[in-house]
Nanobody, 127 residues
């Protein structure tokens, strides 16, 4: 199974930006449907963004739309998440995930769709 490693987390002030990266251990990143989720302490995992392998179509959660951008980096064999205009949401763990095949668009936002997960990278947005 492909292993995923996230990086780029850290402390940032509200309104700032951060770029996360998720590197796949094998294969080419364009061969996978990839997604980012996030989870705050005591809360359910929330869909952030996804990018489809077949056509590169991108999907975003309502809470991050217009602020976050998901993209593929073929040189790094990674999927990046550019986060702008970050809100003071405290500490959140961001996870990347992958699923093979051709899931329909309506299930891309569900954590149960994905079979492989990274360990997560912590993002703290605070003054």
């Amino acid at each position: 199974q492909v292993q995923l490693v996230e990086s780029g987390g850290g402390l940032v002030q509200p309104g700032g930006s951060l770029r996360l990266s998720c590197v796949a251990s094998e294969g080419t990143i364009s061969a996978y449907n990839m997604a980012w989720f996030r989870q705050a302490p005591g809360k359910e995992r929330e869909f952030v963004a996804a990018i489809r392998k077949s056509n590169g179509a991108k999907y975003y959660g309502d809470s991050v739309k217009w602020r976050f951008t998901v993209s593929r980096d073929s040189v790094k064999n990674a999927v990046d998440l550019q986060m702008n205009s970050l809100k003071p949401e405290g500490t959140v763990i961001y996870y990347c995930a992958v699923v093979a095949g051709r899931p329909i668009s309506s299930v891309l936002g569900y954590a149960s769709t994905y079979v492989n997960w990274g360990q997560g990278t912590q993002v703290t947005v605070s003054l």
